[in-house]
DNA sequence: ATCAATTATTCTCATAACAAGAAAAATATC
DNA sequence: GATATTTTTCTTGTTATGAGAATAATTGAT
């Protein structure tokens, strides 16, 4: 372990205190971190030197003493793009150094890798451009529905068809910037750790569905990633003894319980007429269907069962429903907490608070942001996240 | 985060690459570790003075140049003591700074609060006699069958009816050497890690059965913890859905199926012939009792769907069972192995490897020498491994 | 036996980082 | 305006790492 890696810990520790708690002072710096004054004042001076950092005056206290000064990201210091590839759309989101975003949109993608690289490089320049600013972009993180390789090669992606695609090295000749590429999972509970539900909390248990169901573990401050990446693939935990087949070869599943595939097969199944989206399961429940609404229910006591074994394993203080989940959560919820009352452990469940987290519906595409910003601050940056 | 942080970190990594690569040379470990050719020289001198390692030399191995240095942890610099507190019986085992186990004993033990620490103070003194050595006790480690919180106070631990007992404090007074306590599940994973089958193993999941079942996540090189401490319970993973009730008070949990009391309660339930311990079960399994055979193998099934689950989770490399389990590997890897075939994500249970390890009844209460080892070694020196 | 080649370890010195305390800056109250 | 108070910066000291030169200890060739 070589010493600038303190250095950059320190740094990065700051940085991140200043982007979570806008306005902070450096002794409330020292007070959050317990680095000492002098490298708080050091770096403060490097980040400032860097335009990273602004220092505000801060509206009079009435006490005695030298005022604090505020410091924020300064929104001018550098831009970020967060891009979402999906098996239809590819959605952009150009931020500030501070994650906010400035500017938005989303394209329809018909899912070829052929020419991918050029058409995210034009869309990656037009959204830079639709922001209004003109500081550099310093990276561009992108998430992929698949599981990549510590080497920026995405091994896998079901949805889009692709298969040992070296992403990182492909957008990079596209791209002038950095590229941070990751498993769409894993990014999104980087979003929801930076800018969501779980802000600043080193510990907790992501599950998101969606076209499938994904997830992620944080912990310790940092997604768990495994000795060979594959870690927190949560939408392949057992639920169901000998129960529904899975795309992954499997059976019993939790992601065919959950995922909008497999609840449109399931109402199809009970009803023969099968959604066409999620949000037409939605408008069904929301008007009274009771099909809808007890598939919904049943998806939730599978859900609840999966969440139980996630607390007994880990204690987690927060589990995050994200996606679709979101949504659906006035179905799903009691169900959740039927499940969880009959089948955690209470001494456990008592401290697990579980959330449904509309970050990714409300502002979709973090994921990507979260990643470059991961990437563009972070400790051994990292261009990946399998 | 320290600069001397740093120091401790590098010492500890090279310490503990000399303890797992007796004489090894610095060449060596700079190769393996990283760390600068200088910094290691520096700090060998250092372990060196303080009579931590020797230089041995090696033989010659008909290659010009200069010849390295093997480097071994000296025996005599320094004494470590395993302590592991069970309901009815307290084991002790004193062991040099390499971990090599030099004496051991157990003692009957009523299980009473009251006057224990003198006890163990005894016992500890009575062991490091016998183990012939007159270095210094460096450290105590003390293995006990319940939940620690940071401040090494034992919360609760039902088999010897303790709660709130604040067990660093208590036994600090009455034994004059640093106190490392820790749950007994955790203590043993750290065993594996150190001296047994998962050594150098950065990722691994520990399960051990006995009285009940524990175990650990061992994860990134440390055992994950969670927020609260109360991370790695594996024994009340959910296994089958309106299962048997636990001593938890949940119903559906590990441990009823795979504990002896779990184990000998279905025995009797179906024999009406109560086995009285362990060994018992296992004489009776191999004089061929098919009920017995029948009641193993079932615990076989349902282990290995609570594997299954923890693979989906963490694709971990190895998946450690210790404890009873290992004396029954053979009537239980069977029913693992059927259960992981039909249960588990097959591209990740083929990165899994399932071991049986037997350090726990070939070297006993080695869990306490690994505490008191990481202690006295470790990074932040925490007295507790809750 | 001596010298060159080779390999392992140590030493030297430059650079970088943290850490403690003094100093300076900026404000409120008396 | 003096004093107390609070926040930030500067000074100085200590301790690390890290690159490269130097040293040490051996083998094999001359």
Redesign the interface.
Known sequence: ???S??RH??ANAIFHRIRIEPNVSQRDIVARTG?DKSVVSSIINQFSELGLVERNPVATSNKPGRPMEGLTISPESGLIVGVQIEADTIGYVAAALDGIPLSSRAQAFDGKLDGVADLVAQGVKEIVAECGRTSDTLGVGISLPGLLTDEGVLLHAPVLGWRGVPVVDMFSEALDAPIFAGNDGKAAAMAEYMFGECIDI??FIYLFSGSGVGGA?F??GNI?R?????????G???VV?QGRYCS??????LSPYLSEPGLAEEIDRLTGNRPSSFKDIMERADANDEVVVGVLDNAGAVLG?AI???V??????LVCLGGDMASAEPYLRPAVERAMQ???????SV?TKVIFSQLSTVSPFLGGVALALDGVTGLDSPHVLP
Chains 1, 2 share one sequence.
């Open positions: 372990m070589g010493k890696y303190i810990f320190n680095i080193k510990d573990l912990l310790d768990y495994g000795a060979s990446g594959l870690a927190g693939e949560l392949h935990i057992k003894p992954c070869g499997a059976s019993g599943c069962s139980s074994s996630l007994n394993i880990f204690n987690p203080p009959r089948l955690a452990h209470p001494s456990m401290q």
